[in-house]
């Protein structure tokens, strides 16, 4: 079974972040690495990746056939969507215990979300 686990940043997040070192920075990057890599070994990881700042998204409407573009950010919101894990594994025990595993589940919010087919089901 796929779940998302979506990783949230927040001010508070960012607060402590600027007030790490380098050092602590580059930790926290490779406690990153680390769960990738345990995750791809053990064949769960579907793919994983950081999200750029919501500065830099677009947002994409359709109105009577015309195509509108609006540039971010969009809305003033404390929380913005910071990265994600996807992971294909057989409970939802185990994605609930893969994200207490990453790193910004300390500081931020971690979500875990089911992946649902075209039929509504789990897949």
């Not at 990783?7 to 920075?25: A, C, G, M, Q």
């Not at 769960?44 to 573009?69: C, F, H, N, W, Y």
């Not at 950010?73 to 294909?88: C, I, N, R, S």
Request: charged share 30%; hydrophobic share 35%; with cysteine.
């Amino acid at each position: 079974m796929k779940y998302m686990i979506l990783i949230h940043s927040n001010p508070h997040f960012n607060e402590r972040w600027d007030k790490l070192s380098d050092t602590e920075r580059e930790e926290f990057g490779r406690r990153h690495y680390a769960l990738s890599d345990e995750l791809a070994d053990s064949g769960e990881l579907v793919i994983s990746e950081a999200l750029g700042d919501p500065s830099l998204g677009k947002r994409v409407t359709v109105r009577d056939g015309q195509t509108m573009t609006t540039d971010g950010p969009f809305a003033e919101v404390k929380e913005h969507l910071a990265g994600f894990y996807l992971v294909d594994c057989d409970t939802e025990e185990r994605a609930l215990a893969i994200a207490a595993q990453v790193p910004d589940a300390v500081w931020g919010l971690v979500e875990v979300r089911p992946l649902l087919g075209r039929n509504g089901e789990d897949i």
